[in-house]
């Protein structure tokens, strides 16, 4: 049989959709707005403007499904799913930029390298040799060295790990 779409709608060219981890929701982008899908009811339940148009985003939910992340060549965005309100819009000067990805509730992986927390909005960690980064589960799947032609080595960590949370704690 020939494969139906169920619901469609157009989104932000090059902007990449984040899906909750109960795979209730799809957050997207339309550029001059965000907004999140119901999947199993096939609406729109949720939009916020952005204050500035996104040019290529990527947006993501954190392991529980309370935080909405965007980032592309405009400010981090970070938004408290049920509220609304945005809790960071930070510029992007000084900013890594690349890839991002929640590792944990309160913190971003960005470019698989650069460990960004967001109550405190700063990078508090940077990983070297991590050439790719994915999440996996409650864990953070790196693969490191391994340049063309030689050995590489797959890491699957939990992020933080207790030796950067006691070396800010201490």
């Not at 933080?160 to 006691?166: A, K, L, Y």
Request: hydrophobic share 35%.
């Amino acid at each position: 049989g020939v494969l139906e779409p169920v619901y469609h709608f157009q989104i932000k060219g090059g902007s990449i959709p984040g899906i909750s981890p109960d795979r209730r929701y799809i957050c997207y982008s339309r550029g001059e707005d965000i907004g999140v899908l119901d999947v199993e009811k096939g609406e729109v339940v949720a939009a916020r403007p952005v204050g500035s148009s996104l040019t290529w985003p990527g947006l993501r939910f954190n392991p529980t499904g309370t935080k909405i992340a965007s980032q592309d060549h405009t400010p981090l965005k970070v938004w408290d799913f049920l509220s609304g309100e945005r809790l960071i819009d930070m510029p992007k000067r000084g900013f890594p930029h690349g890839g991002f990805r929640f590792v944990s509730d309160s913190h971003l992986l960005i470019s698989g390298k650069a460990l960004f927390d967001i109550g405190n909005q700063l990078v508090i960690w940077n990983y070297e040799g991590a050439a790719a980064a994915e999440e996996f589960g409650e864990y953070c799947c790196f693969v490191a060295g391994g340049s063309s032609g030689s050995s590489g080595l797959i890491i699957l960590e939990r992020i933080p790990q207790q030796v950067v949370t006691d070396t800010l704690a201490g």
